[in-house]
């Protein structure tokens, strides 16, 4: 189980890295705007420079989805911290190791639940058409 330090010192690490994301964010949405205007703008000359730029900005668009995403699992962090579920395992209920947490303040599932739980989510299903 974490110690009071030890939760303290891994909240500042998630609000750390949520001030990170939402900056990341916000600057990718102002590249993003700014690369639109750029097209609208006509500085576009051809086909593959268009082809480019759209690639660009969805790379730009996805790493945003990213960031969201990660967003996400902190503010879920941040919940578990407020009810006291905090380094518990959502599957099994034991306490999540201490360093586990350290390189992955978001982790959820101990080690081995995160294992099952990757083997048993993985893509491993045939298309359907």
Same mark, same amino acid.
């Given at each position: ?17 949520? @001030?990170? &994301?939402? %900056?990341?964010?916000?600057?990718? #949405? !102002?590249?993003?705007? =700014?690369?639109?205007? *750029? /097209?609208?703008?006509?500085?576009? @000359?051809? &086909?593959? %420079?268009?082809?480019?730029?759209? #690639? !660009?900005?969805?790379? =730009?668009?996805?790493? *945003? /989805? ?24 959502? /599957? ?38």
């Amino acid at each position: 189980m974490l110690n009071t330090e030890q939760r303290e010192k891994l909240r500042h690490l998630l609000e750390n890295r949520h @001030r990170e &994301l939402r %900056e990341e964010i916000r600057q990718g #949405l !102002l590249d993003t705007r =700014d690369q639109h205007f *750029i /097209d609208l703008a006509g500085q576009v @000359r051809d &086909l593959e %420079e268009a082809s480019v730029a759209d #690639l !660009l900005v969805d790379i =730009d668009l996805s790493m *945003i /989805d990213k960031h969201v995403g990660e967003i996400r699992d902190i503010d879920s962090a941040f919940l578990r911290m407020r009810t006291g579920s905090y380094g518990v395992c959502t /599957d099994c209920g034991e306490a999540i190791a201490p360093p586990r947490l350290a390189a992955f303040p978001t982790a959820k599932r101990c080690r081995p639940c995160q294992e099952n739980y990757e083997r048993s989510h993985a893509g491993n299903s045939t298309p359907t058409l």
